[in-house]
């Protein structure tokens, strides 16, 4: 019995760090790509309109690829109803966001300011979620509710010539941080699961 109770803490001590590395890799690649795409944005977007349209595209694109990224990351047995229903978020965002950019770069902020507070509820749900099983948990907790905060912000800075622009950057800028936060915290994780093992 004993034996069989090692062997079942071990594979679950494996899970637990194979699931922990797979979200601290996927974490550091999005702080990577909102840097990239925050720069793109201060730099080119504001004053190129082709360039803007581009980065609002790819913004909820990204989201959908680094959701499902986020979904293979996770055991099969466990609940990934939230992640489901963030992708489904982000494919309506970007077709919603290239037909509102047919109207103008507010309507596509507006878009985006409804998506941001979407996320955050999903982003809110999953952190709750997960922190009884790893360390790192809160700074999405706190990213996710202020995310729907940043949601409103940006819809009713959208008309605002350029600030608009400045605040969805912001958002992601804030994003990339938390993003940072728990995958530093994740690797206490990972080391606390294996020396416990």
Request: proline share 4%; glycine share 6%.
């Amino acid at each position: 019995m004993t034996t069989t109770t090692n062997q079942s803490n071990s594979y679950v001590s494996s899970e637990a760090v194979e699931t922990a590395t797979s979200l601290r890799k996927l974490y550091f690649t999005r702080v990577a790509f909102s840097v990239l795409w925050i720069i793109l944005v201060v730099t080119l977007g504001k004053t190129d309109n082709t360039i803007a349209t581009i980065l609002f595209i790819i913004y909820p694109a990204w989201d959908l690829v680094a959701t499902f990224l986020d979904i293979k990351a996770n055991p099969p047995a466990s609940n990934k109803t939230p992640q489901y229903i963030n992708a489904a978020i982000s494919v309506i965002t970007t077709i919603a966001v290239i037909v509102a950019l047919q109207t103008g770069i507010p309507q596509a902020l507006m878009v985006f300011g409804a998506w941001a507070s979407l996320t955050g509820l999903m982003q809110l749900v999953l952190g709750l979620r997960r922190r009884k099983h790893f360390e790192g948990q809160w700074p999405m907790i706190i990213s996710g509710a202020q995310s729907m905060l940043a949601g409103g912000f940006i819809i009713y800075t959208a008309h605002v010539p350029n600030q608009g622009i400045a605040s969805l950057a912001g958002y992601s800028a804030f994003g990339a941080f938390y993003f940072a936060l728990a995958a530093f915290r994740l690797s206490k994780t990972i080391k606390n699961v294996t020396v416990g093992a």
